[in-house]
């Protein structure tokens, strides 16, 4: 039985205050939770200890919203995976959409940082999604197989264990247009058929994916 996991990526968003009385709600919402859905909250870099903080004890874990595939080093401006675990990561967001298309990361690079997520003990959320021009296309499946294939090489099925995958289609992230429960459905099914083909049916049932993309209070629980 696969638990439902209710994420939120709070971006390049709030202030050290605000984030914090964000996430004081949410532990007292959340409480020790015993519903058996696992929630997780992303916020930025310089909040992850005071939110840490906040939501320790409570049922809400805490995540990041990317990683560097290096060691700690000489690095300008990356984070390590081993200092998010020092913040009391338990999550890491990779291949997110805006860093695919506005930051220009590759497949490559979303693999690499893949890797070194998973072998220094991060439970990755790896975002697959197509841009709005591949989807009337008709490329969705094309460009899902290209970013799973890229993301995951070289990771093996005992690896990929923890892995949750997202489903976040561009043209429907932060522009108020809603995918449909039938595309989102239709993108999950093939998904996992994939997941099944690369490593075996068993593991794929296993797999949580997630779809994100203008999800509100009001249609959350027709995309649930």
């Known amino acids: ?76 401006g990356e984070v390590a995976v081993e200092m998010l675990k020092d913040c009391g990561c338990r999550y890491v967001i990779l291949g997110h959409s805006e860093r695919r298309h506005v930051l220009g990361e ?45 993301g995951l090489s070289g990771i093996s099925e005992a690896e990929a264990a923890n892995l949750v995958i997202a489903y976040e289609p561009v043209w429907a992230i932060g522009t108020g247009v809603t995918a449909t429960p039938e595309q989102a459905e239709s993108a999950h099914d093939h998904l996992r058929n994939w997941l099944a083909s690369r490593y075996t049916p068993a593991f794929s049932e296993k797999v949580r994916i997630l779809y994100g993309g203008s999800v509100k209070a009001d249609n959350a629980e027709t995309l649930l």
Request: hydrophobic share 40%; glycine share 12%; with cysteine.
């Open 1 to 76: 039985m696969r638990r439902f996991l209710i994420a939120g990526n709070w971006k390049m968003n709030t202030t050290r205050q605000s984030g914090v009385a964000l996430a004081g709600e949410l532990a007292a919402v959340a409480g020790k939770n015993e519903t058996g859905v696992e929630v997780l909250v992303c916020p930025p870099y310089p909040y992850l200890i005071p939110v840490g903080e906040k939501l320790s004890g409570s049922a809400v874990q805490l995540g990041a919203q990317d990683s560097y595939f290096e060691a700690p080093g000489a690095f300008t």
């Open 106 to 150: 590759t497949d490559e690079i979303i693999n690499r940082k893949t890797r070194a997520a998973i072998s220094g003990g991060l439970q990755v959320v790896l975002c697959v999604g197509e841009l709005l021009n591949e989807r009337q296309a008709g490329q969705t499946e094309e460009v899902l197989d290209r970013q799973m294939q890229g």
